[in-house]
């Protein structure tokens, strides 16, 4: 058993630059790299924290549940079940789970700065996925 570390969300999100304009497309060219920081592995997972405004690319988590955090901003969490897109409004320290292999994304995001909890591997979309 490993022992436990102690991090400071304070500090990680104060050493993020925060991304304005964020595009589906840049999960595929890059450019994200200075609002995102890996806090530490969990499970099978990584805890992540972002800070953006903007849109996300379609993922998915086939091997567990994600949890998504919202620390300050807000966001529309798009989830694709059975076909149909089903919206979640997040704002400050509102969280919902998203559902293990379940397509997902966020839309409209203003100045969100969200912790993720995110099972590995990720399989990412530029285009809304068939199901």
């Known amino acids: 058993m490993s022992t436990p570390r102690k991090v400071s969300l304070a500090d990680a999100l104060a050493a993020l630059v925060p991304m304005p304009d964020r595009t589906p497309e840049m ?3 890059g450019g994200m790299e200075r609002a995102f920081a890996e806090l530490a592995t969990c499970g099978d997972g990584t805890v992540y924290v972002t800070w953006y405004s ?3 690319e ?3 988590h086939r091997r567990g549940d994600e ?3 919202a620390l300050a901003g807000s966001t529309t969490l798009v989830l694709l079940v059975d076909g149909r897109e089903q919206r979640v409004g997040l704002g400050a320290m509102e969280f919902a789970v998203v559902p293990a292999g379940t397509w997902h994304r966020f839309v409209g995001s203003r100045d969100l700065q969200v ?3 995110t099972p590995q591997p990720t399989d990412h979309a530029r ?5």
């Open 67 to 69: 949890l998504v955090l």
């Open 54 to 56: 903007g849109d996300s």
């Open 127 to 131: 285009e809304r996925p068939d199901g």
């Open 58 to 60: 379609w993922e998915r």
């Open 27 to 29: 999960a595929f060219t």
């Open 115 to 117: 912790l993720t909890v």
